[in-house]
């Protein structure tokens, strides 16, 4: 079992940043591939970065050279940096936690955050 818990959401101009975190709990999370998925109202949730338990990361084009995921094991977090927004970067974003292997399809995660809304403003 993992928990999961954002936080670091909020309204930001266009070109500004923002920083979420996520919160991790249980015994064996270190192992799992972890990721960030947003939606949009009216839209699917698409995947937005993954990472497994060695550190290797996985961006959607639509973020690659702005957004950074990173996970520290030792302060049991995971974090999205996210530079340079845009419009259409926002939604709600979750965190998600599967076992193991990293895939892009959300219906892969087994475990969910409850999600941090991002606005983005011009």
């Known amino acids: 079992q993992v928990t999961l818990v954002e936080s670091g959401g909020g309204s930001v101009q266009t070109g500004g940043s923002l920083r979420l975190s996520c919160g991790v709990a249980?015994?064996?999370?270190?192992?799992?591939?972890l990721g960030w998925f947003r939606q949009a109202p009216g839209k699917e949730r698409e995947g937005v970065a993954t990472?497994?338990?060695?550190?290797?990361?996985t961006y959607a084009d639509s973020v690659k050279g702005r957004f950074t995921i990173s996970r520290d094991n030792g302060k049991n977090a995971l974090v999205l940096q996210m530079n340079s927004l845009k419009l259409e970067d926002t939604a709600m974003y979750y965190c998600?936690?599967?076992?193991?292997?990293?895939?892009?399809?959300?219906?892969?995660?087994?475990?969910w955050g409850q999600g941090t809304q991002v606005t983005v403003s011009s």
């Open positions: 998600a936690a599967r076992p193991l292997y990293c895939s892009s399809d959300s219906s892969a995660f087994s475990y």
């Open positions: 249980g015994s064996t999370w270190s192992t799992y591939c």
């Open positions: 990472i497994d338990r060695r550190g290797s990361t």
